[in-house]
C-alpha cells in the first residue's frame, strides 16, 4: 500500500506540475507574449484548437469565421498562438513575394504529409532548390508542347460522352474530368498511362482519394509528430485504425511504387525518348545532390503532381461546364463560335488558333474567375526579419496569412466565394466585380474586362500556385 500510495503521489505531483505549466504558458500568450496587443479572441491566443474546432467539428468553417473575426476586431488579428490574419488587399504583395526569405508555416504543410515535396518543404533555401530541379515544366511553352499528348487523352474523352449521350445516360461529369487531369498529369510526370478515363464508371475512387486527402489535414495538423510517427507504421495497420485513410494510404503507396520505379533498373528508370517528365528530370538534375534523390522524395513529389494536378484543372473545367450549360446564351454564343471556326478549318484545332477566338477566351477567363483551388491562404513564415503592418511590428517567426475578406460571410446556399472574389469585394476592384459571385455577361462581350481580371489575377500566380496555372489553361483551351 506503501508503495501504490507513492505512485499515486507522484503521479498527483505530475499533473499539477503539468496543470500549472498549461497555465503558466496560456496566461503568458495571453499577456506577456510578443503579440500578446495584437486583438483577437482569447482562446484563438491560447490554442491552435481553436482553428481545429472550426474545421472539425464544424466542417471547415473557419474561413469564414475569421470574416466575422475581422468585422469585430479590425484588418489584423490574431487566430492561433503564434499566427496573424491580415485582411488587406494591399498588404498582399509584402508577404506574397520573392523579397528576402520566406518560409512555409511547418503546421500548414504537415497536414497533406507530403513534406518532402517542394510543396511541403519548410525552409526558404531547400524549397527554392528543389523547386528549381522541375520549374520550367510548367511554363506556357512547355505545357502548349504537350499539346499531342493532352488532344489523345481528350479525344478520348470525347469519345466516352457520345458513349454516355448515345445510352442515354448521366454522365457524371467532375469525376470524367478527374480522370482526364490525372491522366495526363501522370503522363507528363511519369510517363506512365493509368488510364482512368477508359474506366467503365470513370474510376470514383479517384474522387474519393482526393476528397479524402482534403478532409484529413484537418485532423492531421491536430496530431504532433504525426509526420514523424506515420512512416513506422503498416499501411495495414494503419487502415486497420482509421478506416477513412484507406483511399488516402492506397495512392501513397501507389506513388511509392512509382517512385521506386525510377531510381531502379526498371524501364521507367530511363528518360523516355519522346519527351523527357518531370520525376525522370528531377532524379537527373545535376544541381540536385543525391540526398535530394531519394525515394521517398519522389513519392512526395509525384503524389502533389497527382492531387493538384488532377483536382485544380478538373475543378475549373466542370465549373466552366456548368455555368455555359446553365446560361443558354452563352452556350450558343459558344456553339456559334465553334461552327464558324470549324467551317473555315481544314484540320484538327490547333491551341495556338483556339487562343485567337475572342468568346471562347473569354468563357474560360470568366470560368478560371469563378473557379478556385484552396479556399485558404498559404502561411508565410519571415524567419529573419522584422515584418511592418502600419505600426505593428510583427516578431520573426510568426505565421502570417493574407486574405482580403468581404464585408459580410456569403450565403452558403450560393456559389462558394474565392481568393479573388473576395479580392473583388475591396476597391478598386469592387467597380469591376460589383457582383464576384455572378457570372458577368458583360465579361463575354470581348476581350477588355478579360485583360482586365488577368490583370487582377496575376496577384494570385505567386510561388507554388503559378505552377497550375499553366496546365489548367492548357487543358480548358483544349
Not at 474519393?208 to 506515420?230: A, F, N, S
Not at 488577368?454 to 492548357?474: H, M, P, T, V
Amino acid at each position: 500500500m506503501a508503495v501504490f500510495g507513492k505512485e499515486m503521489m507522484s503521479l498527483t505531483t505530475a499533473f499539477s506540475f503539468f496543470i500549472i505549466f498549461i497555465v503558466a504558458k496560456s496566461l503568458y500568450r495571453l499577456y506577456f507574449g510578443s503579440l500578446a496587443k495584437i486583438p483577437g479572441p482569447k482562446l484563438a491566443a491560447v490554442t491552435t484548437y481553436y482553428e481545429a474546432y472550426y474545421n472539425t467539428i464544424k466542417g471547415g468553417q473557419f474561413l469564414f469565421k475569421i470574416q466575422q473575426l475581422h468585422q469585430k476586431y479590425g484588418p489584423i488579428i490574431r487566430i492561433g498562438p503564434n499566427e496573424l490574419h491580415i485582411n488587406d488587399p494591399e498588404f498582399y504583395d509584402q508577404i506574397y513575394s520573392n523579397i528576402g526569405r520566406w518560409d512555409k508555416d511547418p503546421q500548414f504543410v504537415n497536414q497533406f504529409d507530403n513534406t518532402d515535396s517542394a510543396f511541403g518543404t519548410v525552409p526558404h533555401d531547400l524549397h527554392r532548390l528543389r523547386r528549381r530541379a522541375f520549374q520550367g515544366f510548367f511554363s506556357k511553352q512547355k505545357i502548349a508542347s504537350l499539346e499531342p499528348l493532352i488532344q489523345s487523352i481528350v479525344e478520348k474523352l470525347c469519345a466516352r460522352l457520345e458513349e454516355y449521350r448515345v445510352a442515354g445516360k448521366v454522365m457524371p461529369i467532375r469525376h470524367a474530368y478527374e480522370c482526364l487531369t490525372c491522366d495526363v498529369i501522370l503522363e507528363y510526370a511519369l510517363g506512365i498511362n493509368d488510364g482512368n478515363i477508359d474506366h467503365p464508371d470513370f474510376n470514383p475512387a479517384l474522387h474519393e482519394t482526393i476528397k479524402k486527402v482534403g478532409e484529413m489535414g484537418h485532423y492531421m495538423k491536430l496530431i504532433p509528430g504525426v509526420q514523424t510517427i506515420l512512416p513506422i507504421i503498416p499501411p495495414w495497420l494503419i487502415v486497420r485504425l482509421v478506416p477513412a485513410m484507406s483511399s488516402m494510404v492506397d495512392l501513397q503507396e501507389r506513388c511509392k511504387e512509382l517512385a521506386k520505379s525510377i531510381t531502379t533498373n526498371s524501364e521507367l528508370s530511363h528518360k523516355p525518348k519522346t519527351y523527357s517528365t518531370v520525376c525522370h528530370e528531377i532524379y537527373h538534375a545535376d544541381e540536385l545532390p543525391d540526398s535530394q534523390k531519394t525515394v521517398r522524395r519522389l513519392q512526395h513529389e509525384v503524389e502533389t503532381f497527382v492531387i493538384a494536378g488532377t483536382e485544380t484543372a478538373a475543378h475549373t473545367l466542370a465549373c466552366i461546364t456548368f455555368h455555359v450549360l446553365d446560361n443558354p446564351p452563352v452556350l450558343y454564343r459558344l456553339q456559334q463560335e465553334f461552327k464558324n471556326f470549324i467551317d473555315s478549318s481544314s484540320g484538327p484545332a490547333r491551341l495556338k488558333e483556339l487562343e485567337q477566338l475572342p468568346y471562347l477566351t473569354c468563357v474560360l477567363l470568366e470560368g478560371l474567375r469563378l473557379s478556385y483551388g484552396l479556399a485558404m491562404r498559404l502561411p508565410r513564415v519571415a524567419p529573419d526579419r522584422v515584418i511592418r503592418y502600419r505600426d505593428i511590428d510583427i516578431p520573426p517567426g510568426v505565421r502570417i496569412r493574407v486574405t482580403s475578406t468581404p464585408p459580410t460571410p456569403p450565403d452558403s446556399s450560393k456559389a462558394s466565394y474565392t481568393r479573388i472574389h473576395v479580392l473583388a469585394a475591396n476597391p478598386p476592384q469592387r467597380e469591376i466585380f460589383p457582383r464576384p459571385i455572378e457570372v458577368r455577361s458583360t465579361a463575354l462581350d470581348g476581350r477588355k474586362e478579360a485583360t482586365i481580371f488577368r490583370a487582377i489575377s496575376g496577384q494570385f500566380l505567386k510561388g507554388d500556385e503559378e505552377l497550375c496555372w499553366n496546365q489548367r489553361w492548357s487543358l480548358t483551351k483544349e
